[in-house]
């Protein structure tokens, strides 16, 4: 019965508000950072605009590790991908203005796509290596202005709950700019909406997020990344679940 009734209460109550909620976001930053400080408009209004629908959504939320980051300190945020609800737990709950690098889909999505760009947020072109590189120096700038970036390494979300391998993209905008790595692990996002269901109703599930203690000193040669990279998978999925663990 409880199912039943949360499914309607999305249905009715929250749909309509999502709807709403996101083009005044959207819309507001996209004008906020054209005619405004763009600092502010590309995180503020996206930070409230998530952290709302997860209580809307009665989600419960548990952020654990923010001692571990330091005022006026940049990050390379990495964190694993475990659903649709990942946006939400870390635009809404990580406490930390950031940019975001996106799958280049994103870019067409009405008025969300609009405000993503003009948030100077990072959109993923793997269509070519000339695509790939364009990519890579637009993170560049975002992150030479100071700001702090978060990245899902995997790619894309998850099909079973556990962790997937990791590309380099990430440790090496690390690495160049000399910025700390710092591992986030995200659980309770594949309960409350895995990526086989799509856009459907979601399950009332606790949302947690981990902050953990970022990587230094990454060296620049091929074998350090990959050791990072290594040691980063290795933190985040020590917070996991058994479920969402790696294989034995």
Known sequence: MFRLLYCLYQLVVVLPVLFVTTLLTSVSTSLGCMFGDATFWSYWPGRLWSASLCRLLWLPVHVEGREHLQSGQSYVFVSNHQGAF???LVYGFLHRPFKWMLKQSLRRVPMVGIACEKAGFTFVDK????????TMIQARES?????SMVIFPEGSRTYTGQVGEFKRGAFQLATQFRLPICPLTIDGSFEVLP??????????HALRLVIHEPITDIGKSSEAIGQAMQQCRDTIVSALPPQHQDPA
């Open 86 to 88: 990942d946006i939400f």
């Open 143 to 147: 992150l030479r202005d100071g700001s």
């Open 195 to 204: 990526r086989q269901r799509g856009f459907g109703f979601v399950t009332r």
């Open 127 to 134: 269509s070519s290596p000339r695509a790939v590189a364009k």
